[in-house]
């Protein structure tokens, strides 16, 4: 199989340095196992070409290495040439997931229908409701039934 031309871009921005290639792996891992095991199993430490894995027991631990091969070609896939050989494990607690972020405030009821239909443009869900909730903010500073956030002191 020939290589391709240009170096691997993943090597080039995070083989600099041991911290950086453990990151990329760490970021890379809900990618290659998905959700639900990202949750159950994360990557602790890389020795060398062996990444090390924390998972609750033996359970899990028998589940990863059953996929292991796959795992591994998805951390390939994404990593290149930073990927890990090898997976090894270690048993105890595994911290928990990042919080998800808060949902997305209701647009108010006041803003125009065209400006809400002009925000069904925006592709992704939590930055339109976010657009609407703030440009929503920003036109209620200027209504006349609403009080001012700055307690009507105006801001000239």
Do not use: C
């Amino acid at each position: 199989m020939e290589r391709p031309s240009q170096p691997d871009a993943a090597l080039r921005i995070f083989g600099a340095s041991p911290e950086r290639r453990l990151a990329l792996l760490r970021a890379a891992w809900p990618a290659a196992v998905g959700p639900e095991v990202a949750r159950r199993a994360e990557v602790v430490a890389l020795d060398g070409a062996l990444l090390r894995v924390r998972v609750p027991d033996a359970g899990w631990q028998r589940q990863l290495l059953r996929m292991r091969g796959e795992i591994l070609a998805r951390l390939r896939r994404i990593a290149g040439d930073l990927a890990p050989h090898a997976l090894g494990f270690v048993e105890g607690p595994v911290s928990a997931p990042p919080e998800p972020p808060p949902p997305a405030l209701p647009a108010p009821a006041f803003l125009a229908p065209e400006l809400v239909a002009a925000a069904e443009s925006i592709p992704d869900p939590e930055v339109r409701a976010r657009f609407l909730a703030t440009a929503g903010r920003y036109l209620g500073r200027f209504r006349a039934d609403e009080p001012a956030e700055d307690g009507g002191k105006g801001s000239g």
